[in-house]
Structure formats: C-alpha cells, structure tokens
C-alpha cells in the first residue's frame, strides 16, 4: 500500500475492508470467542441443573419455567443497557464490566439456598450475560476482513454452543459427585482471566477516533493492516453515518422501520426456541423414559450442532446473503423441532441427527441473527441497533422457558410441546425474509451502510 497515499486522509473502513487476517485478528477473535464461551456455559448451565432443582426444591413446571427466566429478564436489561453505554464510554471497558458480572454473579448463585436467591442471582447474572453479546459482535464487526466478516462472527460466537457442551459435559460428571452447585463455581474462571482480557482485548478504532485518539487509533491501525503506516499529519475518515436525532429514532429513519422490526420479531421467534429447547430438553427426554445422563447428552448434541450451523452459515452468508442463508435455516428449525415428538425411540441415531440440526438452525441462527444486525445498521448506531433487537428478542427468551413450563404442567402429549416450540422458527423465517425490502439511503449513508454490510447485507 501506498504509504504517501495514505499521508492526509485515511479511509479506515477501506484500511480495515482489505486487511489480510493476522495475528492480530486472531488475538480479537480469541478473546471474544473466550468470553461467549463463558458467557453460553453460565446461560445454559440452568437447563443443566433443571432436573435436580425441580426434585430438591419439589417446583412444579410452571415454578422451574418462571425461575428459568429471571435470567433472561436481567439479559433483556443488560442488552438495552449496556448495548448503548459502550457507544459512550467504549466497548472494552463494557465488556470488563459485564464479565465480572455474569462471573461473579454465577458463582454466587452456587451458594443459593432457595428458589428466590437462585432467582435474584440469575436475574443478576443475566444482566451481565446479555450485556456483553452486542458489545463483542460490534468489535468482532468492526475489525474483520470484509471477505470473512460474517463467518468470523460466527465462529467467535459458536463459543457460546462451546461453553452449552463444556456446560452439559461438567454436569454430566460433576453433579452425581458434587452436586449441582459445583458447575456453578467453574463459572469463576472469567474473573481469574480478566487482567490478561483488558492486556490483549483493543479498543474499538471507531470510538477512539470519535474521541479525537488519533495516535492511538493509528498506532491499532498498524497492527490491523501492517503495510500502514501512521504518521502524526494522518485525517483518519471514519464516517459513522451519524444523524441529529438520538440513536433509538435512528433505527427507524432512512427505510429502517420495516427491516428494524422484522429483525425484533426475528430474534423473539429465534430466542424463543433457543431458550425452550436449552431449558426443557434434557427435562422432556427424562419425562420420555430417557435417564439423566442420556438427556444431558441431548442437551450436548444441541450445542454441538450449533456448532455446525453458525460456521456453516456464516460460510454461506460470506458467498450468498444473510437473509436467504437465515431465512432457510429457520424454516429447517421448525421442521426439525415439530418432527422432534414424533421420532421413534429405539431409533436414537435418528434422534440425534434432527436433534443437532435443531441446534444448527435455531442457535447457529442466532448467532447469524447478531452478525446480520452488526452488518446493517451504520455505527454510529450500531450497538444500539443489536442492543435493542437483542434485548426485545429477550422477550421471546423470557417466554421460552414458561411456554415449556406451561405445556409440561398442561400435560398435552409429548408431541405437543416440541409443536409449540416449532412455530416460533415459522414465524421468524417470514420476518427475516422481510429485511431490507423498502430500504433506500441516501448515497453517503449507502456508502457507510456498504462497508458495515461487508457480504453485501444491504445490496439485493
């Protein structure tokens, strides 16, 4: 790269756009993917421990389906919290913040004695939990390649189906010897790492050069693409795409409403099943004649096929479009999970196989879902944009575990609940499908929209 080129004025969206993946990509993914892998293992770990609290604490279905959703309502608060507060005071400092608290909170939670302070610690827990899912994706937005920037966004974010197996495996081996609290005290890990986090962990490019660190900013740029070289005369151009008005009206301006509320009816259908299935699975299979180990082992081929289904649709969404990819995968969820009732036991292979594309095509979309609203909105607004469609969607999350609390004590059939949890994926392929239809930008935002985009997200 041309060095006198770059000597006034640096388009950093082009700088970062055309950077090859080096060391220092890997170093953002790593760490971000460490802290989604903590944060999947302190989420999942409630569907894990489900069976034994529901005996030790005798709570009824409709009990153990309200207690799993205190904390997706602290994750409902977290995301429009702290989702806006990284635009103000930085993403890296938001993240310490919602790490030590989800860590924390989950290995107090070890110590609860009763259903309430399992309650109160989770909701607490969950704030964390739900905080710092915007704020990673934003960063791992910001410095990917174009060429690779939907599938390294998930693969940092299948370290939340990671931490759901590590979650799963510890409980299949730490409970019948230690008792359920014991997987909540492994959840201190993150606490003992966070120094080494804020060592390695950068600072978004955009919000120093918002708050006029150029040299800092050029000193990171170096590292992104280092045929760069910053020089103290260097105007770094990172246009935002920012208006007038605050960041909320922003997601409805310039065409968004329609793509802004499809993506808030996408991610409650999708958050919905996730949260049915981590809750109530290894509960149903029990309830179905399996025993406990054999209904974690559900649990943890769920995660596995997660796995599958974020990097592989992230793979397709890097060549095709996000929307299509998403849109197919949530009518192979609904499918998946309606068929899931109706499988005959004695074949347990087939089980597994629609048991794992449940989990490809309900959390792999997930995980799509949040790269997808990274892609869209400009940044100016975009932790904002995932915070809010994040923390609506945890609506669908809240509801989740009740739906499956309620069809359990209602006693309708096996078949039934799974139907249930189906419909959601139905309703979310047809929202997703509608993104981005009626948008039209103005051609300065058009350009800002495109470089976010990177895959072309915008451009049908």
Not at 3 to 13: E, F
Not at 281 to 286: H, Y
Not at 417 to 444: C, K, Q, Y
């Amino acid at each position: 790269m041309d060095n006198n080129a770059l000597a006034n004025k640096v388009d950093v969206h082009q700088l970062i756009d055309e950077a090859k993946f080096n060391k220092f990509h890997f170093t953002v993914l790593f760490w971000c993917a460490l802290v989604i892998i903590f944060d999947g293992y302190d989420l999942v770990i409630y569907g894990v421990v489900l069976p034994q609290l529901m005996e030790q604490w005798s709570l009824s279905p409709l009990q153990a389906g309200a207690l799993g959703s205190y904390a997706l309502f602290g994750m409902m608060f977290g995301a429009l919290i702290f989702g806006p507060l990284s635009d103000k005071i930085g993403r890296k400092k938001v993240i310490a913040i919602t790490v030590t608290i989800f860590s924390g909170m989950t290995v107090v939670n070890g110590f609860a004695t009763t259903p309430t302070e399992f309650g109160i610690c989770r909701f607490l827990a969950g704030l964390g939990i739900g905080g710092v899912m915007p704020n990673v994706v934003a960063l791992m937005t910001e410095y990917m390649p174009k060429k690779i920037r939907s599938t390294m966004v998930a693969v940092m974010f299948s370290g939340y189906s990671v931490g759901g197996m590590a979650s799963a495996f510890l409980g299949m081996y730490l409970m019948p010897n230690f008792g359920w609290q014991s997987v909540f005290f492994v959840a201190g890990i993150p606490l003992l790492l966070l120094p080494i986090l804020l060592m390695f962990l950068p600072e978004a490019v955009g919000f120093m050069i918002q708050g006029k660190r150029d040299a800092d900013a050029g000193r990171l740029l170096e590292r992104v693409q280092p045929s760069y070289k910053y020089r103290a005369g260097d105007n770094l151009h990172y246009p935002t795409g920012k208006g007038k008005g605050v960041a909320l009206v922003e997601l409805f301006r310039s065409n968004r409403l329609l793509s802004s509320l499809s993506f808030w009816v996408a991610f409650f259908g999708c958050l919905l099943m996730v949260y049915a299935l981590g809750s109530w699975l290894p509960k149903l299979m029990v309830k179905a004649g399996y025993d406990l180990k054999n209904s974690l082992a559900f649990l943890l081929v769920l995660n596995l096929g997660a796995i599958f289904g974020a990097i592989g649709g992230g793979w397709l969404a890097d060549r095709f479009h996000l929307r299509r990819v998403l849109t197919i995968m949530f009518v192979i969820a609904a499918v998946s999970i309606g068929s899931l009732g109706f499988l005959p036991k004695e074949n347990q292979e087939l089980l597994y196989l629609f048991i794992a594309a449940a989990g490809a095509c309900t959390i792999g979309a997930q995980i799509l879902l949040y790269a997808y609203v990274a892609q869209y909105y400009p940044l100016a607004i975009r932790s904002t944009g995932i915070g809010w469609a994040s923390g609506v969607g945890r609506l669908g999350a809240i509801c989740g575990p009740m739906l499956g609390g309620f069809m359990l004590n209602a006693d309708l059939g096996f078949q039934f609940n799974f139907l249930a949890f189906a419909v959601p994926g139905a309703i979310a392929g047809l929202a997703i499908s509608m993104v981005g239809r009626s948008a039209t930008h103005a051609p300065e935002e058009q350009k800002n929209l495109a470089f976010a985009a990177g895959t072309g997200a915008m451009a049908d």
